[in-house]
């Protein structure tokens, strides 16, 4: 019983990650417009995304 208690905790564990998004948008500091096609990528990952048109990005963990 004990380690199906573990396993399942784990299993909770790796959902909720899974369901963690971080969302913004990227302007430039001095003119504040948007800056398309700029990337923003999860520190120490490979995973990442691109900021569209308005400066907007959506980067799911």
Excluded at 34 to 60: C, H, Q, W
Aim: proline content about 2%; cysteine-free.
């Amino acid at each position: 019983m004990k380690h199906l208690i573990h396993v399942l905790f784990l299993f909770s564990f790796i959902a909720a990650k899974a369901q963690l998004t971080i969302h913004g948008y990227v302007i430039d500091a001095e003119t504040k417009q948007a800056m398309p096609g700029t990337t923003i990528v999860e520190g120490g990952t490979t995973n990442g995304t691109i900021s569209d048109i308005d400066g907007k990005f959506r980067l799911y963990l």
